[in-house]
Every structure is written in structure tokens, then in C-alpha cells.
């Protein structure tokens, strides 16, 4: 919505026009003054943009997202759980951060570049995992994956559903991208077949999502309730990896309100919160693959991360999809370092939206960061190319702002580019 500010400026700019012989003069009728007035000025969000060029950020592909998903799927996507207190947090925290800008800096060229387990990317931005990508593009993960390469940024393929329900699903993406992928599975789908599948694809690094655990996701919810049926989703198979295993999503009604909590429950079905430290021992006694614990917020977790031989950590709440704490991430960025002591790579996510929210997690020590929504919403818009235009404008984002501190690369970062918020 317009800001009531802006619009009452606007309203008082052309009653003056209108109440002055001016526009008489020049032709425009009063009907055309008063449609004029009638119609509220857009804000940025509400403006869909018709092709990449026209993007400013990453929210106009937000808006332009909206328009072209499924309002389920949207709200799916963008939408946090319970109250979206988590999703809120994870932006409310950059705010206790400033940059402090240096001037007369002289840089002229920025170096983006990052090694991670010694291998090096453009840039510390990458895709986090995100399921059932098919559902928001045809054939989302392979279009991701031809992003990716593009810009040649790391991205995590999510291995749930839809790609591990395809017999080459996972090969396919693969094959798009060019190299191996890293490839994230959920907590308790841990096992055996699911490791030898990854590695039969070359996969250097198993990211191993731990913070799944029974989401209220009510926006989403509150959609199905109110009785979209847009799709078959007991029988088509963009459908299944999501909706198979909750049939009682296509019956909710009104009648039935319980039925809407679904999964909810941390204990219910088979979540990570069943999960102890044993397990990450199994998992690790069976696999070379490097193994990235994605999802992990505190400090003692970190430290138990790395004397279980854990290669790395990502931190993580799901982009606010999963829980209730209403913490976000970069907040929890100092204590899962100090965890790490520096022994294991230490990445985020979660409400990453611009260059300078990047900046601020690199400043604090972070070693990469992860985008989900933002690159789905440039999938779901426009393709691999919206997906490369999110790229492109949160990595000119952070040059800018790494220009701005002195900062021609990353190792030039440094923490004393950030003040707390006074
Ligand atoms: C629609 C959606 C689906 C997701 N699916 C997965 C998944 O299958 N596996 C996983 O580890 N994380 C998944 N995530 C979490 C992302 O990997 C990432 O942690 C989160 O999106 C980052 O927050 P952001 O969306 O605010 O950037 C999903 C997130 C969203 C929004």
C-alpha cells in the first residue's frame, strides 16, 4: 500500500493544481484531474516489472513472483511459520548493525572472490537449498542449476522430493550445472541408499539440513483452507513430493480445522528435533563426502559440530520457515563462530535481501551466504534470467558497499567495518 504520507502530498500537490487555472489552460479537464487523485501512487513492491532490465532489487522480484505463482505457492515460498516472528528477526537483525564507510578509498576494482574447502567461486553469495523448484518453474532445479553456471555461483541442491523421486532428477541438475553439485538432505532421511545416490553424482559435500521440525506454515495454510485447488496433487507429479504424504490438505474445509495443522509438532512425523549427536556420528563413519550441518544457531552446537568431525556449518533457520524463535540469523553469527573457534567454514542464511546484509555477515566472520526466496522468486518470475539478475544485483550491491569501507576483497573485510547500533 501507498504511504498514507506520500499520498496526502501528492493529493494537496494536485488539488492545488486543480483549484489553479493552469491546467485549463493547458487542456486537462477536471475528470482527468480527479482520476488522477483517485489513484493511490504504488509503492516499489506493488509495481510488477514486465522484464529483468526493469529491476531495482531483489523485492521486485518479489512482486513479480506474486503475480505468476499460485497464491499457495507464493505464500509457500515467501511466508514464514506461526506468526512469521522468525522471518521478521532475521531481518530486524541486520538493523543492530552500521557500516562505517571510509572515504576517498581509491578502489577501482573488487574482488569477490571466496575459497570454500579450497575451491573458489565468484563470490560469496550462493543458493541455498530450496525443494520442489518444478512447483514454482518446469524443470526449476535444471534452470537454477543453468544459473549457476552462468554466474558460477555455488549452489546447494535441495535432494528432497521431486529430484530424488525422479530416477535422474538429481543427475539432471548436474549435468545442467556442469560439475558436481554440493547436495543438501533432510534430518532424518539420512541413510545409506540416500548417501550412495549424492556421491554416485560426484557430490564433494554433503549439506545435511538439521532445523526441520514440524512447521506452522499458517500463511501457506491459511490459502489451502480457504479451498485453492489448482492442481491435481495426488496425480501430477510436480505435485507429490509436496502434497502426496498430506492428502488431507486437498479436503481441508472449515468443518475440519484441525486437519489444517498438518505437521505441525516438532515430535510429529519424522523431523531433525528426533535427531542426537550419534546420528551425525553414523552419518559421518559412512560418507567421505565433506558433511555441512546446515541449520545450526548456537554456540555449543557449533563446538559439538566440530569434535563430531563436521566440515562446516551453515547457519540457518530455514529463512523463518521452521520455528518460532524469533531470533534471526546474523544475530546468532558471533556465538556459532566463537563455537567454531576458526576450525570449520562457517556459512548463514536466512533474509539475506541486499549487498549490505551480506557485507555485515562477511564483516562479523562469516565465510559465504546463502540466498533462498530471492533467487526462487527471480526463478518463479522470469527463468534463469531472473535468477541471474538476482545475482547480478546483490553482487553489485556488496561491491558497492565493499568499495565504500576499502574494501577491494574479501579478506579486506573486516570487523571494524560494523558499529552496533547505539
Ligand atoms: C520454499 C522454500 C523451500 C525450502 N526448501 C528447503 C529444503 O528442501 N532443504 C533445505 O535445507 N532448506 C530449504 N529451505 C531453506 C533454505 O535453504 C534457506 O535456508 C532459506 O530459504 C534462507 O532464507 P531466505 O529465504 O530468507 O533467503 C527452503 C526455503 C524455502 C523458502
Not at 576517498?104 to 579450497?118: A, P, R, W
Not at 538439521?210 to 492442481?231: E, F, H, M, P
Not at 526466496?373 to 539478475?389: K, N
Request: proline share 4%; hydrophobic share 45%; aromatic share 6%.
Amino acid at each position: 500500500m501507498a504511504s498514507t504520507k506520500q499520498n496526502s502530498d501528492r493529493r494537496a500537490f494536485l488539488s492545488f493544481l486543480a483549484a489553479s487555472p493552469i491546467l485549463a489552460y493547458a487542456g486537462f479537464s477536471s475528470r482527468w484531474i480527479e482520476e488522477v487523485l483517485a489513484a493511490p501512487v504504488p509503492q516499489q513492491n506493488e509495481v510488477v516489472i514486465k522484464s529483468v532490465k526493469e529491476a531495482l532489487n531483489v523485492f521486485d522480484f518479489d512482486a513479480a513472483a506474486r503475480v505468476k505463482l499460485t497464491p499457495a505457492h507464493y505464500t509457500f515460498i515467501t511466508d514464514g511459520s506461526f506468526n512469521n516472528e522468525t522471518l521478521r528477526a532475521n531481518r530486524d537483525g541486520f538493523l543492530k548493525y552500521e557500516v562505517r564507510l571510509r572515504r576517498l578509498t581509491g578502489i577501482t576494482n573488487v574482488d569477490q572472490s571466496v575459497k570454500i574447502f579450497g575451491k573458489a567461486w565468484e563470490s560469496p553469495i550462493f543458493f541455498s537449498p530450496v525443494g520442489r523448484m518444478n512447483a514454482y518453474y518446469p524443470d526449476g532445479a535444471v534452470v537454477v542449476a543453468q544459473a549457476a553456471k552462468s554466474t558460477r555461483t555455488l549452489q546447494v541442491l535441495a535432494g528432497s522430493a521431486a529430484v530424488i523421486v525422479d530416477p535422474r532428477g538429481v543427475e539432471r541438475v548436474v549435468e545442467a550445472r556442469g560439475e558436481p553439485l554440493w547436495i543438501a538432505g533432510l534430518g532424518s532421511s539420512m541413510d545409506e541408499k540416500m548417501l550412495r545416490r549424492f556421491e554416485a553424482t560426484g557430490c564433494p559435500v554433503l549439506v545435511w539440513t538439521i532445523d526441520d521440525g514440524g512447521a506452522n506454515t499458517i500463511g501457506a495454510k491459511s490459502v489451502q483452507r480457504a479451498g485453492v485447488r489448482d492442481l491435481d496433487r495426488e496425480a501430477d507429479d510436480r505435485c507429490v513430493g509436496c502434497h502426496a504424504n498430506l492428502p488431507q490438505i486437498t479436503r481441508i474445509t472449515k468443518d475440519t480445522p484441525m486437519d489444517v495443522l498438518g505437521a505441525i509438532g516438532a515430535l510429529q512425523g519424522e523431523t531433525s528435533v528426533k535427531l542426537n549427536w550419534e546420528d551425525v556420528k553414523r552419518v559421518r563413519d559412512m560418507t567421505k563426502m565433506k558433511i555441512v550441518l546446515k541449520g545450526i544457531v548456537a554456540g555449543e552446537d557449533a563446538a559439538l559440530a566440530v569434535k563430531h568431525g563436521v566440515d562446516g556449518i551453515i547457519i540457518s533457520n530455514h529463512g523463518g520457515h521452521e520455528d518460532a524463535s524469533g531470533r534471526g540469523t546474523i544475530e546468532c553469527l558471533p556465538e556459532v563462530l566463537s563455537g567454531a573457534a576458526g576450525k570449520i567454514p562457517v556459512l548463514i542464511d536466512s533474509g539475506f535481501r541486499g549487498g549490505a546484509d551480506v557485507f555485515k555477515a562477511l564483516a562479523l566472520g562469516a565465510t559465504a551466504v546463502g540466498i533462498g526466496r530471492p533467487h526462487i522468486w527471480g526463478l518463479s518470475s522470469f527463468g534463469q534470467e531472473g535468477v541471474e539478475t538476482v545475482v547480478a544485483i546483490l553482487r553489485r550491491e556488496l561491491q558497492a558497499i565493499m568499495a565504500q569501507t576499502g574494501a577491494a576483497s574479501i579478506a579486506q573485510i573486516h570487523r571494524d567495518s560494523l558499529v552496533p547500533r547505539g
